[in-house]
């Protein structure tokens, strides 16, 4: 159990189009999840917490309007990086929380490259 | 300030030697979790430490944690090539509502 899937798992955009990244829990309910960023050789920058039903919390520096979050369902979240850029391009992953196991489950990423 | 720091950030062993990777943390925390991740991949998790003094142990990894000491070490016994991957420590701080802080990451290579 504890499954978390992410769509698609990679992605090349051309500089200015919007990208939808979707993240799923599988086999259980997720009241929170939440969505990082990871450049290369470096560690995970957490972007946002997505609450089901409410709007997302970001972190400081993160453009809530380039970087829209929506968590629609106890198990879909989903990341839509607008107008992208080439400085966007990043690995992209995100987690689920799963209540009364204090632990995030990590879906598999997304490899976003804008040309 | 929620800070963690590992070290070393880099790690070169030889098989079948022991090493320790050191996580300390800037204040208050009653979860740490160790990950790991392998070149492309996204994180497997390793162990949760949810109390002082709390030990976990799966094969040639075992994880421990002193609240008191803010510091948490994941000790590698006689280390395989298949453990080269780049480990990382993520605290969940008490102030910081649920959300992990992670260090900057520990990239082991084991050589023959």
């Keep these: ?115 | 300030e929620l800070k963690v720091e590992q070290n070393p950030l880099f790690l070169s062993m030889q098989e079948g030697k022991n090493y320790t990777i050191y996580c300390n943390y800037s204040t208050t925390s009653d979860r740490l979790y160790w990950y790991r991740q392998d070149p492309g991949k996204s994180l497997e998790s390793l162990f949760v430490l949810l109390s002082n003094g709390a030990v976990k142990q799966e094969g040639r990894l075992m994880a421990s944690l002193d609240t008191k000491a803010r510091l948490s070490t994941l000790h590698i016994t006689a280390a395989v090539h298949d453990l080269s991957a780049t480990y990382f420590c993520a605290v969940v701080f008490n102030t910081n509502a649920g959300k992990s802080t992670f260090g900057d990451g520990t990239t082991l290579t084991v050589k023959p």
Aim: glycine share 6%; with cysteine; charged share 20%.
């Design chain 1, 1 to 115: 159990g504890a499954v978390v899937s992410q769509h698609p798992s990679w992605v090349i955009c051309k500089s200015g189009t919007s990208v939808k990244i979707e993240c799923r829990s599988l086999d259980f309910q997720a009241t929170t999840m939440f969505w990082y960023r990871q450049f290369p050789k470096q560690s995970l920058m957490l972007m946002a917490t997505s609450n089901e039903g409410s709007k997302a919390t970001y972190e400081q520096g993160v453009e809530k309007d380039k970087f829209l979050i929506n968590h629609a369902s106890l198990t879909l979240s989903t990341l839509t990086v607008t107008s992208a850029h080439p400085e966007d391009s990043s690995f992209y992953i995100c987690s689920a929380e799963r209540e009364a196991y204090n632990e995030q489950f990590f879906g598999p990423g997304t490899r976003l490259t804008v040309l």
